[in-house]
């Protein structure tokens, strides 16, 4: 049995399944640009402290921590260590941690960089994180983040740009989706009508796992968090109303509620200015379940779901007004949206939206018949090279059947055979290996011929 192996949640990529990766990235990348945004990068590691506290506390539990170099022990006190405790001995042995997220680092980025930055500032990022995660389906350890997000601004104009910009990516991908829609506000206003609000953690954690366990499930995670079970009927009663019904009954349950009459304001304002262009392959959908679980948001979220593919989310975000106050920058308001790119890539797997695309290769191969001939067509090589086609000489004078195995397993659809014969009339054999057909032409015409 072999010993090569990965972590479990990790993944190779062969060149076949890069090339289709790259295809989603660049068309995520060119809507990105198109819309104004520009690239930054953030190095893999962040500071446990900037890190923790950010993501609630399950968030907080699938941060990957590093190691302290040496001996990453020897600061530890003996009583730590006797007690056996991870949460207490972390502190100790850990300063640095792998990136949850790309939001955190972008607003640590944002302060530290604040007077080489113009406001608003509007930047997309496209890097892997990591969350010590279970794998599953659509679930990995390792997984790329493409995010596109705008601080400086709390114009209700940026919301309505990312549900357009969701609407773009996804419409060029040809992946008809449903954007989810809602607003913390409008949860906050809910905690209060429902006087949980010392709960409100609790109802925002539970509500974050409606897809995963249902109804029946928030139930008993909001029971077992001390919300009485009246409270929950109430939000029900509101959650199960026609869509058409949802907004009137929260007004009245807000009548008391400035933040929840807030909330209400910017979520109908938000879709009213969508509706001014409309949306392509898009739908715009109101869901008061959706809380996306994460502390630092608090106005619009989004979350996407593809229409065709049971799927979880393959894109989420939403409005955050001051993350960047806990690093000493108040009062720099953003709003964010991500790409999930590994399920959204299992979602045009599984609508077959990614077969005809190929790993890069070779179009034209030829081959090598000796050190001799060899020399005199690596010219030629590179000639089709500077030219713009992708041109490869075989690196070895092996049996002809191997070199021609080579470009049938790799797809190539041109060999070239110049031999003795050859080389002394000036001539080259060209094989098409698609159609099977085999024709002698001068030296002289094989760009036009390759190009033709």
């Given at each position: 049995?072999?010993?090569?192996?990965?972590?479990?949640g990790m993944r190779d990529f062969m060149p076949g399944r890069l090339a289709r990766r790259n295809y989603i990235i660049d068309t995520i990348k060119k809507h990105f640009e198109r819309y104004g945004f520009a690239p930054?990068?953030?190095?893999?590691?962040?500071?446990?402290?900037?890190?923790?506290?950010?993501?609630?506390?399950?968030?907080?539990?699938?941060?990957?921590?590093?190691?302290?170099?040496?001996?990453?022990?020897?600061?530890?006190?003996?009583?730590?260590?006797?007690?056996?405790?991870?949460?207490?001995?972390?502190?100790?042995?850990?300063?640095?941690?792998?990136?949850?997220?790309?939001?955190?680092?972008?607003?640590?980025?944002?302060?530290?960089?604040?007077?080489?930055?113009?406001?608003?500032?509007?930047?997309?990022?496209?890097?892997?994180?990591?969350?010590?995660?279970?794998?599953?389906?659509?679930?990995?350890?390792?997984?790329?983040?493409?995010?596109?997000?705008?601080?400086?601004?709390?114009?209700?104009?940026?919301?309505?740009?990312?549900?357009?910009?969701?609407?773009?990516?996804?419409?060029?991908?040809?992946?008809?989706?449903?954007?989810?829609?809602?607003?913390?506000?409008?949860?906050?206003?809910?905690?209060?009508?429902?006087?949980?609000?010392?709960?409100?953690?609790?109802?925002?954690?539970?509500?974050?796992?409606?897809?995963?366990?249902?109804?029946?499930?928030?139930?008993?995670?909001?029971?077992?968090?001390?919300?009485?079970?009246?409270?929950?009927?109430?939000?029900?009663?509101?959650?199960?109303?026609?869509?058409?019904?949802?907004?009137?009954?929260?007004?009245?349950?807000?009548?008391s509620s400035e933040t929840g009459q807030k909330g209400l304001e910017e979520l109908k304002t938000v879709m009213e200015r969508v509706e001014i262009e409309g949306l392509q392959k898009s739908a715009l959908v109101f869901?008061?379940?959706?809380?996306?679980?994460?502390?630092?948001?608090?106005?619009?979220?989004?979350?996407?779901?593809?229409?065709?593919?049971?799927?979880?989310?393959?894109?989420?975000?939403?409005?955050?007004?001051?993350?960047?106050?806990?690093?000493?920058?108040?009062?720099?308001?953003?709003?964010?949206?991500?790409?999930?790119?590994?399920?959204?890539?299992?979602?045009?797997?599984?609508?077959?939206?990614?077969?005809?695309?190929?790993?890069?290769?070779?179009?034209?191969?030829?081959?090598?018949?000796?050190?001799?001939?060899?020399?005199?067509?690596?010219?030629?090589?590179?000639?089709?090279?500077?030219?713009?086609?992708?041109?490869?000489?075989?690196?070895?004078?092996?049996?002809?059947?191997?070199?021609?195995?080579?470009?049938?397993?790799?797809?190539?659809?041109?060999?070239?055979?110049?031999?003795?014969r050859e080389m002394e009339n000036r001539q080259f054999v060209l094989k098409n290996m698609t159609e099977g057909t085999q024709e002698t032409w001068p030296l002289d015409q094989l760009y036009a011929k390759i190009k033709?």
């Amino acid at each position: 049995m072999s010993k090569a192996s990965l972590p479990k949640g990790m993944r190779d990529f062969m060149p076949g399944r890069l090339a289709r990766r790259n295809y989603i990235i660049d068309t995520i990348k060119k809507h990105f640009e198109r819309y104004g945004f520009a690239p930054i990068e953030t190095p893999a590691m962040e500071k446990l402290s900037t890190l923790t506290g950010k993501y609630g506390n399950e968030g907080d539990r699938l941060i990957f921590k590093v190691l302290n170099s040496g001996d990453y022990l020897r600061k530890a006190p003996q009583d730590v260590l006797d007690e056996k405790d991870s949460r207490k001995l972390t502190p100790y042995i850990a300063e640095k941690a792998l990136r949850y997220d790309l939001t955190v680092p972008l607003a640590r980025f944002t302060v530290q960089h604040r007077n080489d930055l113009v406001f608003p500032f509007k930047r997309y990022q496209i890097q892997p994180v990591w969350r010590a995660d279970r794998p599953q389906k659509g679930r990995f350890r390792e997984f790329y983040q493409c995010d596109a997000d705008i601080l400086g601004s709390r114009s209700l104009w940026q919301d309505v740009e990312l549900v357009h910009l969701y609407d773009d990516v996804f419409s060029a991908l040809n992946i008809p989706v449903d954007i989810r829609i809602n607003n913390r506000k409008i949860l906050t206003g809910l905690v209060e009508a429902l006087q949980i609000r010392d709960k409100e953690q609790i109802f925002l954690t539970a509500l974050d796992k409606w897809d995963k366990i249902g109804d029946q499930g928030v139930r008993a995670e909001m029971e077992k968090g001390g919300i009485p079970a009246t409270a929950f009927e109430k939000f029900l009663q509101v959650a199960s109303a026609d869509s058409g019904k949802q907004l009137q009954i929260l007004k009245d349950l807000f009548a008391s509620s400035e933040t929840g009459q807030k909330g209400l304001e910017e979520l109908k304002t938000v879709m009213e200015r969508v509706e001014i262009e409309g949306l392509q392959k898009s739908a715009l959908v109101f869901d008061l379940t959706l809380a996306r679980g994460l502390d630092y948001y608090t106005g619009s979220i989004f979350e996407v779901r593809a229409r065709d593919v049971q799927m979880g989310s393959i894109g989420g975000g939403g409005r955050y007004d001051d993350l960047t106050g806990i690093f000493g920058l108040p009062g720099v308001s953003g709003i964010g949206i991500s790409f999930g790119l590994d399920r959204i890539e299992l979602v045009m797997d599984e609508l077959g939206l990614l077969d005809d695309i190929q790993a890069a290769k070779p179009e034209v191969l030829f081959l090598n018949f000796g050190e001799a001939e060899a020399s005199f067509v690596w010219p030629f090589v590179q000639q089709l090279r500077k030219r713009g086609i992708a041109a490869e000489l075989y690196p070895d004078a092996v049996k002809l059947r191997k070199q021609m195995q080579y470009a049938d397993r790799r797809g190539i659809r041109y060999v070239i055979m110049i031999g003795d014969r050859e080389m002394e009339n000036r001539q080259f054999v060209l094989k098409n290996m698609t159609e099977g057909t085999q024709e002698t032409w001068p030296l002289d015409q094989l760009y036009a011929k390759i190009k033709a």
